[in-house]
Protein backbone atom coordinates (compact mmCIF):
# COMPACT_ATOMS: atom_id res chain seq x y z
CA UNK A 1 0.00 0.00 0.00
CA UNK A 2 1.04 3.22 -0.55
CA UNK A 3 2.97 5.53 1.96
CA UNK A 4 1.87 8.13 4.53
CA UNK A 5 4.35 9.55 7.20
CA UNK A 6 3.82 11.65 10.18
CA UNK A 7 6.29 13.54 12.37
CA UNK A 8 6.69 13.52 15.17
CA UNK A 9 5.47 10.05 16.08
CA UNK A 10 5.28 11.97 19.98
CA UNK A 11 5.56 14.87 21.58
CA UNK A 12 5.34 15.99 24.97
CA UNK A 13 4.83 19.98 25.46
CA UNK A 14 3.72 22.68 28.23
CA UNK A 15 0.67 23.84 28.56
CA UNK A 16 -0.24 26.79 26.15
CA UNK A 17 2.74 26.43 23.64
CA UNK A 18 2.01 25.15 20.16
CA UNK A 19 2.28 21.95 18.43
CA UNK A 20 2.59 21.35 14.62
CA UNK A 21 2.37 18.12 13.12
CA UNK A 22 3.53 16.90 9.31
CA UNK A 23 1.63 14.47 7.55
CA UNK A 24 3.44 13.51 4.08
CA UNK A 25 2.15 11.40 1.25
CA UNK A 26 5.41 9.43 0.02
CA UNK A 27 4.06 8.04 -3.15
CA UNK A 28 1.22 9.40 -4.26
CA UNK A 29 -0.41 13.25 -4.87
CA UNK A 30 -3.03 14.10 -2.76
CA UNK A 31 -5.22 17.12 -3.19
CA UNK A 32 -7.49 15.83 0.53
CA UNK A 33 -6.31 15.10 3.22
CA UNK A 34 -8.15 14.15 6.72
CA UNK A 35 -6.71 14.65 10.02
CA UNK A 36 -8.51 12.32 12.76
CA UNK A 37 -8.59 12.12 16.60
CA UNK A 38 -8.38 8.96 18.21
CA UNK A 39 -9.09 8.53 22.29
CA UNK A 40 -7.99 5.12 24.18
CA UNK A 41 -10.06 2.08 22.78
CA UNK A 42 -12.30 4.01 20.41
CA UNK A 43 -12.69 4.67 16.63
CA UNK A 44 -11.51 7.34 14.82
CA UNK A 45 -12.64 10.95 14.95
CA UNK A 46 -12.89 12.73 12.01
CA UNK A 47 -11.33 16.29 12.71
CA UNK A 48 -11.23 18.39 9.77
CA UNK A 49 -10.46 17.50 5.98
CA UNK A 50 -7.66 19.55 4.33
CA UNK A 51 -7.86 20.19 0.92
CA UNK A 52 -4.89 21.61 -0.99
CA UNK A 53 -4.72 25.16 -2.30
CA UNK A 54 -8.09 25.91 -0.18
CA UNK A 55 -9.08 26.11 3.17
CA UNK A 56 -9.99 23.33 5.25
CA UNK A 57 -13.32 22.10 6.18
CA UNK A 58 -14.06 20.98 9.90
CA UNK A 59 -16.22 18.96 11.34
CA UNK A 60 -18.67 20.43 13.82
CA UNK A 61 -17.53 20.96 17.58
CA UNK A 62 -14.18 21.30 16.03
CA UNK A 63 -12.39 24.92 16.72
CA UNK A 64 -10.71 25.99 13.08
CA UNK A 65 -9.16 28.45 15.24
CA UNK A 66 -7.33 26.20 17.77
CA UNK A 67 -6.41 23.52 15.09
CA UNK A 68 -4.71 25.39 12.17
CA UNK A 69 -4.66 22.99 9.10
CA UNK A 70 -2.33 23.94 5.99
CA UNK A 71 -2.28 21.98 2.98
CA UNK A 72 0.81 23.42 1.22
CA UNK A 73 1.79 21.29 -1.31
CA UNK A 74 0.26 17.99 -2.55
CA UNK A 75 2.01 15.84 -0.61
CA UNK A 76 1.71 17.85 2.90
CA UNK A 77 -0.52 18.79 5.36
CA UNK A 78 -0.08 20.19 8.82
CA UNK A 79 -1.78 20.55 11.61
CA UNK A 80 -0.78 22.88 14.41
CA UNK A 81 -2.74 22.59 17.79
CA UNK A 82 -2.67 26.53 19.12
CA UNK A 83 -2.32 27.08 22.86
CA UNK A 84 -2.41 23.69 23.83
CA UNK A 85 -4.09 22.10 26.77
CA UNK A 86 -3.84 18.98 28.56
CA UNK A 87 -7.54 18.25 27.46
CA UNK A 88 -6.10 18.42 23.60
CA UNK A 89 -3.68 15.01 24.72
CA UNK A 90 -4.74 12.43 21.86
CA UNK A 91 -3.69 10.32 19.33
CA UNK A 92 -3.74 12.37 15.74
CA UNK A 93 -3.68 10.10 13.06
CA UNK A 94 -3.90 11.87 9.50
CA UNK A 95 -4.52 10.00 6.43
CA UNK A 96 -3.98 10.86 2.03
CA UNK A 97 -7.07 10.62 0.18
CA UNK A 98 -6.97 8.46 -2.92
CA UNK A 99 -9.05 9.12 -6.00
CA UNK A 100 -9.38 8.08 -9.32
CA UNK A 101 -11.79 5.07 -9.61
CA UNK A 102 -10.62 3.43 -6.42
CA UNK A 103 -11.05 5.91 -4.01
CA UNK A 104 -8.89 4.48 -0.88
CA UNK A 105 -7.36 6.39 1.77
CA UNK A 106 -4.05 5.27 3.56
CA UNK A 107 -3.29 6.13 6.81
CA UNK A 108 -0.59 8.09 8.57
CA UNK A 109 1.34 6.18 11.80
CA UNK A 110 -0.10 8.85 14.01
CA UNK A 111 1.05 11.26 16.42
CA UNK A 112 0.97 10.70 19.88
CA UNK A 113 0.41 14.59 21.94
CA UNK A 114 0.80 14.69 25.55
CA UNK A 115 0.29 18.61 26.75
CA UNK A 116 1.44 18.72 30.89
CA UNK B 1 -20.38 12.59 11.49
CA UNK B 2 -21.94 9.45 10.79
CA UNK B 3 -20.82 6.33 12.46
CA UNK B 4 -21.18 2.49 11.36
CA UNK B 5 -22.30 -0.11 13.38
CA UNK B 6 -19.63 -3.07 13.80
CA UNK B 7 -20.02 -6.44 15.41
CA UNK B 8 -18.66 -7.90 17.94
CA UNK B 9 -17.48 -4.83 19.59
CA UNK B 10 -14.65 -7.69 20.92
CA UNK B 11 -13.90 -11.22 20.34
CA UNK B 12 -11.28 -13.18 22.24
CA UNK B 13 -10.65 -16.85 20.38
CA UNK B 14 -8.20 -19.84 20.42
CA UNK B 15 -5.42 -19.76 18.14
CA UNK B 16 -6.07 -21.60 14.71
CA UNK B 17 -9.85 -20.74 15.27
CA UNK B 18 -11.84 -18.34 12.13
CA UNK B 19 -13.01 -15.29 12.89
CA UNK B 20 -15.82 -13.00 11.26
CA UNK B 21 -16.80 -9.43 11.70
CA UNK B 22 -19.67 -7.32 10.17
CA UNK B 23 -20.61 -3.64 9.86
CA UNK B 24 -23.45 -2.67 9.04
CA UNK B 25 -24.92 1.12 7.46
CA UNK B 26 -28.04 2.83 7.13
CA UNK B 27 -26.98 4.20 3.92
CA UNK B 28 -25.87 2.95 0.78
CA UNK B 29 -22.39 2.85 0.11
CA UNK B 30 -20.32 2.88 -3.11
CA UNK B 31 -17.03 1.42 -1.04
CA UNK B 32 -15.84 -0.33 1.69
CA UNK B 33 -12.67 -0.38 3.26
CA UNK B 34 -10.95 -2.79 6.16
CA UNK B 35 -8.03 -1.39 8.33
CA UNK B 36 -6.56 -3.32 10.96
CA UNK B 37 -5.24 -1.03 13.55
CA UNK B 38 -2.00 -2.10 16.15
CA UNK B 39 -2.06 -0.04 19.64
CA UNK B 40 0.13 2.92 18.90
CA UNK B 41 0.01 2.53 15.21
CA UNK B 42 -1.64 3.87 12.29
CA UNK B 43 -4.69 1.70 10.91
CA UNK B 44 -2.99 -0.28 7.87
CA UNK B 45 -5.68 -1.08 5.03
CA UNK B 46 -6.31 -4.60 4.54
CA UNK B 47 -9.00 -5.02 1.92
CA UNK B 48 -10.99 -2.64 -0.66
CA UNK B 49 -14.21 -3.47 -1.87
CA UNK B 50 -16.25 -1.44 -4.78
CA UNK B 51 -18.54 -3.63 -6.23
CA UNK B 52 -21.74 -4.23 -4.27
CA UNK B 53 -21.69 -8.42 -3.88
CA UNK B 54 -17.81 -8.30 -4.35
CA UNK B 55 -15.77 -10.79 -2.54
CA UNK B 56 -11.94 -10.05 -1.97
CA UNK B 57 -9.01 -11.93 -0.31
CA UNK B 58 -6.18 -10.60 0.93
CA UNK B 59 -4.34 -14.20 2.52
CA UNK B 60 -5.94 -15.36 5.29
CA UNK B 61 -8.85 -12.76 4.38
CA UNK B 62 -11.69 -12.16 2.66
CA UNK B 63 -13.96 -9.20 2.60
CA UNK B 64 -17.69 -9.14 0.90
CA UNK B 65 -19.75 -6.06 -0.09
CA UNK B 66 -22.90 -6.29 0.56
CA UNK B 67 -25.68 -6.78 -1.92
CA UNK B 68 -27.82 -4.66 -0.16
CA UNK B 69 -24.93 -1.97 0.09
CA UNK B 70 -25.05 -1.24 3.72
CA UNK B 71 -22.74 -4.00 4.70
CA UNK B 72 -19.59 -5.48 4.78
CA UNK B 73 -18.03 -8.95 6.53
CA UNK B 74 -14.71 -9.65 7.32
CA UNK B 75 -13.25 -13.08 7.61
CA UNK B 76 -10.32 -14.28 8.92
CA UNK B 77 -9.50 -18.01 8.80
CA UNK B 78 -7.25 -20.38 11.03
CA UNK B 79 -6.08 -17.20 13.30
CA UNK B 80 -2.67 -16.22 14.52
CA UNK B 81 -1.02 -14.56 17.27
CA UNK B 82 -0.10 -11.25 15.30
CA UNK B 83 -3.84 -11.26 14.09
CA UNK B 84 -4.38 -9.78 17.45
CA UNK B 85 -5.81 -5.88 16.91
CA UNK B 86 -8.67 -3.61 16.62
CA UNK B 87 -10.50 -3.72 12.95
CA UNK B 88 -12.15 -0.76 11.72
CA UNK B 89 -14.29 -1.25 8.70
CA UNK B 90 -15.11 2.43 6.77
CA UNK B 91 -17.57 2.93 4.00
CA UNK B 92 -17.74 5.98 1.48
CA UNK B 93 -21.07 7.43 -0.15
CA UNK B 94 -22.12 9.27 -2.81
CA UNK B 95 -21.38 12.35 -2.17
CA UNK B 96 -17.99 13.69 -1.43
CA UNK B 97 -15.06 11.80 -0.50
CA UNK B 98 -15.23 11.32 3.35
CA UNK B 99 -15.11 7.83 4.74
CA UNK B 100 -17.24 7.00 7.48
CA UNK B 101 -15.89 4.76 10.35
CA UNK B 102 -17.42 1.83 12.10
CA UNK B 103 -16.80 1.43 16.02
CA UNK B 104 -14.50 -1.10 15.96
CA UNK B 105 -13.40 -5.00 17.01
CA UNK B 106 -10.94 -5.62 19.09
CA UNK B 107 -9.88 -9.17 18.54
CA UNK B 108 -7.95 -11.36 20.48
CA UNK B 109 -6.27 -14.75 20.04
CA UNK B 110 -5.32 -17.03 22.97
CA UNK B 111 -2.46 -19.17 22.01
Known amino acids: GAVVSQHPSWVICKSGTSVKIECRSL??????MFWYRQFPKQSLMLMAT?????????EQGVEKDKFLINHASLTLSTLTVTSAHPEDSSFYIC????????????FGPGTRLTVL | GQQLNQSPQSMFIQEGEDVSMNCTSS?????WLWYKQDPGEGPVLLIA?????ELTSNGRLTAQFGITRKDSFLNISASIPSDVGIYFC???????????FGTGTSLTVIP
Open chain 1, 95 to 106: SAYRSGGADTQY
Open chain 2, 49 to 53: LYKAG
Open chain 2, 90 to 100: AGQGHTGNQFY
Open chain 1, 27 to 32: DFQATT
Open chain 2, 27 to 31: SIFNT
Open chain 1, 50 to 58: SNEGSKATY
